[in-house]
Structure formats: C-alpha cells, structure tokens
C-alpha cells in the first residue's frame, strides 16, 4: 500500500521504499490511536504518534544532506521505531489496540528496520575508502 501523494512535484526521498513504509506505519497508528480513550490523548497517543511520525519525518530530513551526514537519519529513525514497537506493546497491553493491530504494527517495525539498515549499509559503503 503505496501512500505517498501523486504530484507532479516530488523529492527524491519520496521514491525510497522504507519512507514510504514509515509514511504507512505512521498512517496506521494514526488510525490506531483515534480509538484511544480520551486520558490518553497527552500520554501515550502524543508518544506513539511522535515515534511514529518521527520515522519518515528523518528520512526526509536527512536526505537533503551529504551521504556522510545523512547516514545519521537513519539511525534516528531505527531508533523512533523502537519507541514505536513500545509504544504498540503498552497499546496491547492496556487492551486499546488488538492482537493483530499488535501484530501488523510490529511487522511493519520489523521491515522498516531491516531496509533502514540496509541503507544504513549502503550510506556506509559509499563513505568507506
């Protein structure tokens, strides 16, 4: 599921496939955390929806930079996704989100990480003499 927006008007970040499944994962919790009860809306909602955003938000940021400075981004993002799997696991825990919400969310953390480190792997490489 593809959710970036169809413009004539891109940037070269939009086409990597790890921002476009961040944009989902960010979509998703969005989704998830509106049936959130209402005591959570400056506690874990705020969390999850920052963690979850953060992750495209550095790619995006970082794309703009030197291979060198950019390989930092990624690191920034694997580590919003972690905050991420936490925040899904207190989400399950305090029964507002289900099993396979739980399940999908924690999918998709997995992929995300496996290709932020594979261009993590790539960045380096490019940097290596």
Avoid: W
Avoid at 50 to 56: G, K, L, Q, T
Avoid at 61 to 71: M, N, P, T
Wanted: one cysteine or more; hydrophobic letters at 40%; a positive charge.
């Amino acid at each position: 599921m593809q959710h970036t927006m169809i413009s004539q008007y891109h940037f070269k970040f939009e086409e990597l496939h790890v921002y476009q499944k961040a944009i989902e994962f960010g979509e998703l919790v969005h989704s998830q955390i509106a049936a959130f009860p209402k005591i959570e809306d400056y506690r874990l909602s705020a969390q999850f929806a920052r963690a979850a955003n953060s992750i495209s938000f550095n790619i995006a940021e970082g794309s703009g930079s030197s291979d060198a400075s950019f390989l930092n981004y990624p690191r920034i993002s694997r580590d919003s996704s972690r905050e991420g799997l936490t925040a899904t696991t207190k989400a399950l825990v305090r029964n507002y989100i289900t099993l396979e919400q739980c399940e999908k969310n924690r999918g998709l953390l997995v992929e995300i990480n496996k290709m932020l480190a594979a261009l993590m792997k790539h960045l380096n490489n490019k940097n290596s003499p």
